[in-house]
């Protein structure tokens, strides 16, 4: 059982950044992101494979988020740039055996971490 804990949310305005941090990950899982919004499924957001030579985002935020690896800190990191309201909600990470794609539906992961509010504002 793989223990993850997240970090770095928080409040934003519109335009702005903000760093997320999974920590406790295993170096050879991939690491995938999820958020959900009230009332709304829990959807996939980016994740990289264990190697780290395969990342994988979602339309909705590709071109502004990135996610990586930080083996130094043991860590997987999504950076959130040019936030927008609709970016707000809980996010979650979740680790899994995939060496060689990220999966992107959360029931191909089974550890997950405790979640981190996102709040962007207008």
């Known amino acids: 059982q793989v223990q993850l804990v997240e970090s770095g949310g928080g409040l934003a305005q519109a335009g702005d950044s903000l760093r997320l941090s999974c920590g406790r990950t295993?170096?050879?899982?991939?690491v995938g992101w999820f958020r959900q919004a009230p009332g709304k499924e829990r959807e996939f957001v980016a994740g990289i494979t264990g190697s780290g030579g395969n990342t994988y985002y979602a339309d909705s935020v590709k071109g502004r988020f990135t996610v990586s690896r930080d083996y130094a800190k043991n860590t997987v990191d999504l950076q959130m740039n040019s936030l927008k309201p609709e970016d707000t909600a809980v996010y979650y990470c979740a680790a899994q055996w995939s060496p060689y794609r990220v999966p992107t539906t959360k029931d191909e992961y089974h550890n997950w971490g405790q979640g981190t509010q996102v709040t962007v504002s207008s």
């Open positions: 295993d170096r050879t899982y991939t």
